[in-house]
């Protein structure tokens, strides 16, 4: 607090070793002299700190509510990272899956091609053509599962 002239109290509290405030041209005090504000100025003072206060409670409250949001996502975020690694282990599995299909196609198509045509092969033609499709409807649902 900066001391005014006009806002200097005198406190004379005894005796002193010193002349009086009437005696004397320059005041002397025989007591601490309190500096204070003036009334209004105390009020505003208050209200400030009064202010302040309910801003720092609604600082604080903001602050514990974001540390409850971070820990919130950062629980999400682990579950999301658990399923990215079952989902990649999956899509590694379909993958195989596939190329142990796409293979098992060929040999097919291979041994169909090298088969000579006989009455007899006709028949195995037939299963043959009947495995040949559902290895391909069982890899058309792989891939399904993939772009999923």
Known sequence: LVA???KLMHWNLGPSSTPSRANST???YDAPVIFGPDP??????SRTVSD????LRQVHARVEGLLK?????????LTFLEELRELKRSDEVLRARITE?????????TVKAATPERSGAANNRSGSKERIDELVIEI?????????
Do not use: G
Request: hydrophobic share 35%; net charge negative; with cysteine.
């Open 52 to 55: 302040l206060s309910i801003r």
């Open 4 to 6: 005014q002239p006009s």
């Open 26 to 28: 320059l005041p002397t």
């Open 101 to 109: 299909l796409e293979q098992e196609n060929e040999v097919l198509r």
């Open 69 to 77: 949001d971070r820990d919130h996502h950062a629980k999400a975020q």
């Open 40 to 45: 209004e100025h105390r009020a505003s003072v």
């Open 140 to 148: 058309d649902r792989c891939l399904a599962l993939l772009q999923n």
